[in-house]
């Protein structure tokens, strides 16, 4: 029998192709980004459409109506805030041109851990700056604030591609040029955050487009995650639900009898095993309608009708 030797790659011909990987997406996205120049700070914004709609970070663009963006082709053209939502940490513009180069929309779900991802911004104003690395995790959450609100983004992708301020808003693409996140925070030396983009945040985008907001619905509990007792863990075939740490006075869970201690284990005929769950299924389209809410109370199970009221941002 003869054995056929399988060559490798030599270390530049590996490196070679690495490069042509990042150039090729550096290539292909860099005129598909931004740099926000805003009267305090800055940051980066990605095209979505030719006719400038462009999605960046909400906190960059708070407490502002617009400002300016310049390309890489040297065009800058004033820009306006369409909508924002600083508890998914994304908002829309709208740039004052035609025949802008949208960038290709990926999926973060398809995204795996050592995956090469190259992050496009304006770091510290420096148009066009890109970064390469790997997702180092992912399913990472970020807790974000509008007021008295507090929520978390779930699924962040991690990685090690240098961020820096000004890269908020930018792109952080997958190999083939299609942006999986928008860079949101910089968490440490070799560690950055991106929003993912995936069919949560896909909904989000496209009602600050039309509607210049995303509307969430509202319970008005804290809560966290508590393990179930065994015997209903085992009745349920799940381990965990959301135990009600506080109820907001005259909210929704107040006036459909929710109480501290209770544990919830279903909403809208969804199981709920975390906080992270239950935000997934408190959305817009449950505002003003009559759901049914599981809870455990003193070891026996019960149904409420809770209404859930909306969300103010």
Same mark, same amino acid.
């Given at each position: ?50 006719? !400038?709609?462009? *999605? ?5 663009? $708070?407490?502002? =109506?617009?400002?300016? &963006?310049?390309?890489?082709? #040297? %065009? ?113 030396? !070799?560690?950055? *955050? ?5 069919? $949560?945040?896909? =909904?989000?985008?496209? &009602?600050?487009?039309?509607? #210049? %907001? ?100």
């Amino acid at each position: 029998m003869e054995l056929q030797l399988v060559s490798l790659p030599s270390e530049d011909e590996a490196l070679d192709a690495y490069s042509q990987a990042v150039i090729g997406v550096a290539e292909r996205l860099s005129p598909s980004v931004a740099n926000v120049r805003l009267r305090r700070g800055g940051g980066s914004a990605v095209v979505i459409t030719p006719d !400038g709609y462009m *999605l960046t970070s909400a906190h960059v663009v $708070a407490r502002t =109506r617009g400002g300016r &963006a310049s390309f890489v082709d #040297g %065009r800058e053209l004033e820009f306006e805030v369409v909508g924002s939502d600083p508890l998914s940490d994304l908002a829309v513009l709208r740039a004052e041109g035609r025949e802008l180069a949208p960038a290709e929309l990926g999926d973060a779900e398809n995204l795996r851990v050592g995956q090469l991802v190259v992050a496009i911004g304006n770091p510290h104003g420096f148009t066009g700056s890109v970064t390469a690395g790997v997702v180092s995790a992912l399913g990472r959450s970020l807790p974000t604030r509008s007021g008295a609100n507090v929520r978390v983004v779930d699924n962040v992708i991690q990685t090690d591609a240098a961020l820096n301020p000004g890269n908020s808003g930018g792109a952080l693409a997958d190999g083939r040029g299609r942006v999986v996140g928008i860079n949101t925070a910089v968490a440490g030396v !070799g560690l950055g *955050l991106a929003v993912p983009i995936n069919a $949560a945040t896909r =909904r989000i985008v496209g &009602a600050l487009m039309s509607e #210049g %907001r995303f509307r969430r619905a509202y319970l008005g509990i804290a809560g966290g995650p508590r393990p179930l007792p065994p015997k209903l863990a085992r009745k349920l075939g799940r381990t965990a639900g959301v135990e009600v740490v506080q109820v907001v006075e005259g909210g929704p869970a107040d006036q459909a009898g929710m109480r501290p201690e209770d544990l919830i284990v279903e909403l809208d005929g969804t199981p709920i095993e975390g906080m992270d769950a239950l935000q997934r299924v408190v959305v817009g389209e449950l505002i003003g309608r009559a759901v049914r809410a599981r809870v455990v109370r003193e070891g026996r199970e019960r149904e409420l009708e809770v209404v859930p009221a909306e969300l103010d941002a």
